[in-house]
């Protein structure tokens, strides 16, 4: 099946401080997501992109389907910003595949 | 606004109890399923649905049944609780572009 990678697998920023998350994938997709999961564990929507670039406030994302990967901007990083960062493309029967997910740690 | 609601946010249940985990989404998607999230084991697709009263085992169905009698509602329940299904579970909906929307979460706890 579809196998999903993401990098790096821990980082730790400074607020303020820029960051790109990385999304690789072995196989075609129709779509992609990413989510934020915050502190008290929910998932959050991020961006439903599955070709081009979105932006939303100071997150942006990438993805270049012919290549296979998606790139997740944060930019002017913040506290609350903290959290595991997963991607998720679908396989068949439009269940979700997901990445291991990037922890990222925002210090003040 | 999209609206996933699952019923408890924490449960703390005894060792061969039944337990119910209820699921209501608002948005009239076909498609729901339940995850559970365990550290180190990623997110893990326990059921899912694609449309009232169908229901189709994901990659770790043992020990765990569905129920998807509403199209906005689908249950998980497992029959006699253990230690080992300590966990977060999470309920999701999507719609046919596969979009997916998740609950808040429930902590679940086996003594």
């Known amino acids: 099946g579809i196998q999903v990678e993401q990098s790096p697998p821990d980082l730790i920023l400074q607020e303020g401080a820029n960051s790109t998350l990385r999304c690789n994938f072995s196989?075609?997709?129709?779509?992609l997501q990413w989510f934020h999961q915050n502190p008290w564990g929910q998932l959050i929507n991020l961006f439903y992109?599955?070709?081009g670039t979105k932006q939303n406030g100071r997150l942006s994302a990438t993805t270049v389907a012919t290549e296979r990967y998606s790139l997740l901007y944060i930019s002017s990083s913040q506290t609350t910003d903290s959290g595991v960062y997963f991607c998720?493309?679908?396989?068949?029967?439009?269940?979700?595949?997901f990445g291991a997910g990037t922890i990222l740690r925002v210090k003040s | 606004d999209v609206k996933v609601t699952q019923s408890s946010r924490y449960l703390v249940k005894r060792t061969g109890e039944k337990v119910f985990l209820e699921c209501v989404q608002d948005m009239d998607h076909e498609n729901m399923f339940w995850y559970r999230q365990d550290p180190g084991l990623g997110l893990r697709l326990i059921y899912f649905s694609y449309d009232v009263k169908m229901k189709e085992k994901g990659d770790i169905p043992e020990g765990y049944s569905v129920s998807r009698e509403k199209k906005e509602r689908f249950s998980l329940i497992l029959e006699s609780a253990s230690t080992n299904q300590t966990s977060m579970y999470l309920c999701a909906s999507s719609m046919l572009t596969g979009e997916l929307f998740f609950g808040e979460g429930s902590r679940l706890t086996v003594l």
């Open positions: 196989d075609s997709v129709n779509n």
């Open positions: 998720a493309v679908p396989t068949y029967g439009n269940k979700l595949v």
């Open positions: 992109i599955p070709s």
